[in-house]
């Protein structure tokens, strides 16, 4: 076992560190839920994407520098160090790219990774429908060839960024007939595409933050298919992987905010009860443990591990630890919790903000319970009934 | 940075598992709480070479790291061991070799010679019927102290496995041996939880109510996979704690004593009423658990200890401070 970074790696990290503090903002820029705050975060997408910051660890020939996991922690835990912005592009770099890398052709890749890369194409995702959350096989919205092109008809919702963006990745029954995890394809359609009509749905904070996407008979061309067609159950568990593992949520961002809410009980700790130094502590210790586990797999999957059921664990313990942690900022604020903006508003409301997105990890990405269910059947081995 | 175990160091962990396994069987330690006779395993732990593990290699030892006796620990924790190797091999040992005693590591690997530590952190000795010597620790080190002038207070525990006494001089804080004695104790909580949770889901396969297996209630299998997720985040802290020193340690421990609780009050519930008896194993098992959480450095010390560092103190935090440089 081997815990201390290379010089090499020590180096990496100064510039990494350096390119950040000429680069990031000053000032944090609006929600990328906001029409506005969506273009500064595209803009802030092509300023990582020039200085190939953005997405180290893909090939060169996409706009990556091919470096590992490691590097890509030590960039996020520099990140998050400097408070830089967060990434509107992360349904794209996060979830879609390893699935292009894994299952798309060479023509494919080509078109459509260093445009996610650049920021030029921001990516969405198409997977529930009204009658399919956390029952995903339960898909109906038709995709049906005709010739060259599936033509789409039906509903999609809960599309976060599809307000804004230009793409999104959806699976789509494309089989007449066929049942559950079966005759599902994963089919890539432009957002902008006849037919296709966007309603967006004000979330918690009242940003517009995803959407309904309802299809009328869209057409995309059969090109647009990635991975096998009626194969995009397989597909798309690959993609619920790299979401619920390791990509989507690094420790960086977790430790940042732990460390955030220690300044924050300090500054707070004459008028606090004594209860809420265990709070904040536990925060603290939450977050670490991450770190280390987290570090635990990368190790694993460097050395030619795969991720699987294992990432259910990873997805309840972050999003839990993401709510406590918030939830003991709001108690710390008390009377001020409730304030959005103005003087008294610690940070801006910042607090108030992570504390409502917080209420959303145990339900997105598969809910909580369902990884508990995946974790007790898949791992522990208990019985399916 | 590869924070996993190299083959040779995963080969060595298996190997000492195989043998606590297949030795210290249930069966074994029902004997052993009836007060029936059973094999020492003591020479088998000697022949192995488990006594050496820390041991320098000049006087025929392993020398291996902390990491990887806190794999050995957790593999020992899975079987409630009642011998007291972890703390003769990975906090006597290490604490002797620190002292220049190669002498007396050479008795003990050759299992002539058990030594027990007495620190401030170690309320209740564990076999110390057992030990031949005993090192008072000082603080860069220790001094030998001979069994007839230590006096001991036999004690009883609620863990039928373990032989307690209290010992009359407790020694001074020592870091290096309270770093041994915390992580080796959260390794051996982590294993005893991972039990905890392998037993709960054996029962609740085969337990049926309502015409089905328990386990196959989202009830049960909810509260299982919570302790699993807890376990799988605590025993890389575990690991890593090996490597650190400071506040790494005290969060390692105090997630091992949380996850063990929970992994026990969680078995407990899933096995129903035959958990609150001793005609299911899983008692022993909670036993133990209960036992370690108090031992080198309890859940209060550990919180004191993160309260000066975090929220008293200047450390840094943040990204990127986890690990030293």
Known sequence: MEVKFTDAQNAFRAEVREWLAAHVPSERLPSFDTKAGFELHR?????????????VSWPVEYGGRGLDLTHWLIIEEEYYRADAPLRVSQNGIFL??????????DAQKARFLPAMASGDEIWAQAWSEPGAGSDMAAIRTKAVREGDEYVISGQKTWSSRAVYADWCFGLFRTEEGSERHKGLSKILVPLDSKGLTIRPIAQ??????????????????????????????????????FERGLLLRSPARFQAAAARLVDLY????????????EQVLQAWMTAERFCAATYALVAQVGAGASISSEASANKIFWSEMDRHLHRTAMTILGARAELESGAD??????WLDGYMFSLAGPIYAGTNEIQRNILAERVLGLPRK | MDFRYTQDQQDLIDAAKAVFDGENTLERMRLIVANEKVDDLWPQFSELGLLGIMAPESVGGLEQDLSVMAGIAEAAGYVALPESLVELAGISVPLLNAMGETGKIKQVLAGDLAVGVLSPLLSNNNQAVHCDLFIRTTRDGGEPVSVPKVKFETRQSIDPLRGLSSATQPGEHNSFVEHHGAVLTAAQLVGLSKRMVDMSVEYAKERHQFGK????????????????AQIEFTRPMVQLAALQSGRAVHTAKIAAVDTAMLAAETAIQVHGGMGYTYEVD???????????????????????QLEDLILDGEAELGPGTSFAA
């Open chain 2, 282 to 304: 899983l008692h022993l098992f909670m036993k133990r658990a209960w036992a370690l959480c108090g031992e080198w450095g309890d859940r209060n010390y550990h919180m004191k």
């Open chain 1, 96 to 105: 879609l790219a390893p699935t292009i890398m894994e299952f798309g052709t």
């Open chain 1, 266 to 277: 300090k500054k707070n700790r004459d008028r606090v009860s004594s209860g809420i130094r």
């Open chain 1, 43 to 55: 803009e802030w997408e092509r300023t990582l994407a020039k200085d190939k910051w953005g997405n």
């Open chain 1, 204 to 241: 918690l904070d009242g940003d517009e933050g995803f959407a309904e996407l309802f299809f009328d008979e869209v057409r995309v061309p059969v090109d647009n298919l990635l991975g096998p067609e009626h194969g995009g159950w397989g597909v798309a568990m690959a993609t619920a992987g």
């Open chain 1, 345 to 350: 508003a610690e940070d801006n409301g910042r």
């Open chain 2, 213 to 228: 297996p328990i386990g196959s209630f989202q009830a049960i299998k909810h509260h299982l996979a919570t302790v699993h």
